[in-house]
Structure formats: structure tokens, C-alpha cells
């Protein structure tokens, strides 16, 4: 299984990205949650956003709430996070990641997690 993320980039506090992560190896099923963490400069690795297998319904830290969106279109096997109003705090590797086994509880695990993008830098100037 393989989850390639992209999208990341420099840009201007206020601004919007679109972060993609296209997964290889595992379809997506009713049973699949997809998430975002990220991990700032001497930080520990943090939960930023999830949907919980196919509700379609997002879950988000307070931090990224109201600014952040999470989606994924199973026809392509691929998750997005769409992210606006950045804020130098937001600057970080973001991490996507999967799994088919995990339950409501530990969504904000990372350990709850089997499959892990390989990260892609966001760095917002301000």
C-alpha cells in the first residue's frame, strides 16, 4: 500500500492550498478512514482532520476548524484537504493516512493508523 501526498508549497498567510493523497494498493471501502496530521518545526505529530469511513462526515482539530476541509473521492482512491485563511502556525509537513480497522475513539490516534504518506511541506509566510 502506498499513499503518495502532494499539493504542498510556500504560500502567504491568508492563503488556500489543496493538499492531495492518492492511494495505491487498498481500495477504498465503506470501511476506510482517511486523515491529515501534520507535524510542525519541533513538534510532535499532530491530528488535523479525518473522515471517519464513509460517513462523510469531517472531523477536525479546534485549531484548523472552519478553515479546513477534508474530502476523498473513492472513484480515484484519493483524499483531499483543502485548506484556507493559513496562518503561519499552519506551516508543516502534512501527512495523510489511512486505515481499515479503526474505530470512532481513537480517530485522533496516530497509532490508529496502518497506512502513512510520506508528507509534503506547507510553509506559510507571514
Known amino acids: 500500500v502506498q499513499l503518495q501526498a502532494s499539493g504542498g508549497g510556500l504560500v502567504q498567510a491568508g492563503g488556500s492550498l489543496r493538499l492531495s493523497c492518492v492511494v495505491s494498493g487498498l481500495t477504498f471501502s465503506s470501511s476506510t478512514t482517511v486523515a491529515w496530521f501534520r507535524q510542525g518545526p519541533g513538534k510532535e505529530r499532530e491530528f488535523v482532520a479525518a473522515?471517519?469511513?464513509?460517513?462523510?462526515?469531517?472531523y477536525y482539530a479546534d485549531s484548523v476548524k472552519g478553515r479546513f476541509t477534508i474530502s476523498r473521492d473513492n472513484a480515484k482512491n484519493t483524499m483531499y484537504l483543502q485548506m484556507s485563511s493559513l496562518t503561519p502556525e499552519d506551516t508543516a509537513v502534512y501527512y495523510c493516512a489511512a486505515s481499515t480497522s479503526l474505530i470512532l475513539s481513537s480517530m485522533k490516534s496516530r497509532s490508529a493508523y496502518t497506512y502513512w504518506g510520506q508528507g509534503t511541506l506547507v510553509t506559510v509566510s507571514s
Open positions: 473522515m471517519f469511513r464513509n460517513t462523510g462526515r469531517g
